[in-house]
């Protein structure tokens, strides 16, 4: 059984730092894309940052590039992403997602809870 974990979520003020991590189970970690995703209060799904399999290749979108980065550690299972200089706009719950497919990524047109395996969320709150 696919198993994703989140933690190291809380409250930070604005300008802070914080590193998530997600705990993986159940398949074998180094053969998957992973992603982190994120969902702020009433609003939809949001694509945070993407690692290859052998974690060597990353990608961010404008609203994160610069300030977030996602990495792996393969032997431990385990993924992780480095947020600094936070804005209250980052507040979310967020989600480690694995890739469906084995060594390869298949983003949807439109992005889903159906998509993938996710985990069950952690909540970053950034505010003074």
């Known amino acids: 059984e696919v198993q994703l974990v989140e933690s190291g979520g809380g409250l930070v003020q604005p300008g802070g730092s914080l590193r998530l991590s997600c705990a993986a189970s159940?398949?074998?970690?180094?053969?998957?894309?992973m992603y982190w995703i994120r969902q702020a209060p009433g609003k939809g799904l949001e694509w945070v940052s993407t690692?290859?399999?052998?974690?060597?290749?990353?990608g961010y979108p404008i609203a994160v590039q610069g300030r977030f980065i996602i990495s792996r550690d393969n032997a431990k299972n385990m993924l992780y992403l480095r947020m600094n200089m936070l804005k209250p706009e980052d507040t979310a719950v967020y989600y480690c997602?694995?890739?469906?497919?084995?060594?390869?990524?298949?983003?949807?047109?439109?992005?889903?809870?159906?998509?993938?395996?996710w985990g069950q969320g952690t909540q970053v709150t950034v505010s003074s």
């Open positions: 997602v694995r890739d469906p497919k084995i060594h390869s990524a298949s983003w949807p047109e439109n992005l889903t809870r159906d998509f993938g395996y």
């Open positions: 159940g398949f074998t970690f180094s053969d998957y894309y």
């Open positions: 690692i290859n399999s052998g974690g060597d290749r990353t």
